[in-house]
Structure formats: C-alpha cells, structure tokens
C-alpha cells in the first residue's frame, strides 16, 4: 500500500462522505473486508479522487450519473450527501438526475429522484 495515497484518499474521502460515514465502514471492516476498504480508499479516494484535474463538486455529479445508471441507490445517496458537501446544489443534483433518466432510463431516473427526496429533505434543502 502507498501510505502517503492512502492518508490523502483518507482525508479526500472524509471530506466527502463525512467523518462519521467513513469511520463507520473503517471500523466495520474485518479480515474479510479490510484490504478492500484500504484499496478504495488508496485507489479510488487517493488516485481518483484527489486528481486535481476535476473539482469535487464535478466528481460528485459525475458520479451520481454513474451510480445513478448503475442503480445502487443505497451508494447513491451517500454520494448526494456528499455532492452536497462539495458544493452541488439542489438544481445541479436535479440535472444529473435529468441526465441519468436521458441516457438510462425513466425506472433509474425515478428511482435517483426517490433518494435524492430522502437526502434533501434530511439535509433542510426541501
């Protein structure tokens, strides 16, 4: 493992699922889920992540389009928590939505907009 992108995918990683979230998955982790944990958050918070090519707030949306397509919607909405905490905003989350219903599908679309529902009202933005 690469410590030096292991801390920096770490705090990248807090910064956008929250101190808590991430804690509680480290924490969680065990012989079975560890090394996984330490890869994501070396590789796809350290690598991805904190490539400085993309702002956080353009990653966000991007992945909420992604995960959106993909359907899993329990990820999906910790990452419109975090697209919060990067700075989109409701009208932005709206148009990703809008993009994912476009090019994947009304059913995904609905499903985005049931979650995001969820997150906004929790979030004081509804």
Same mark, same amino acid.
């Given at each position: ?8 995918? =770490?705090? *990248?990683?807090?910064?956008?699922? $929250?101190?808590?979230?991430? &804690? ?12 996984? *944990? ?15 090519? =993309?702002? &956080?707030?353009? +990653? @966000? ?10 359907? +899993? ?5 910790? %990452?419109?928590? $975090?697209? =919060? +905490?990067?700075?989109? @905003? ?7 939505? %809008? ?15 049931? @979650?995001? +529902? ?9």
């Amino acid at each position: 493992m690469d410590t030096e992108r292991f801390e920096k995918g =770490l705090a *990248q990683r807090k910064a956008t699922l $929250g101190p808590d979230y991430v &804690a509680r998955n480290l924490e969680a982790a065990d012989d079975l889920t560890r090394p996984f *944990q330490e890869m994501i958050t070396e590789w796809c918070w350290g690598f991805g992540w904190a490539d400085e090519a =993309l702002d &956080a707030k353009t +990653r @966000s949306l991007m992945n909420l389009a992604m995960i959106g397509a993909l359907g +899993r919607m329990p990820e999906w909405e910790a %990452h419109c928590k $975090g697209a =919060l +905490r990067n700075g989109c @905003s409701r009208d932005e989350i709206r148009a990703a939505i %809008h993009m994912v219903g476009i090019y994947c599908g009304v059913p995904a679309a609905v499903d985005c907009f049931r @979650s995001a +529902r969820k997150v906004l009202e929790e979030a004081g933005e509804l």
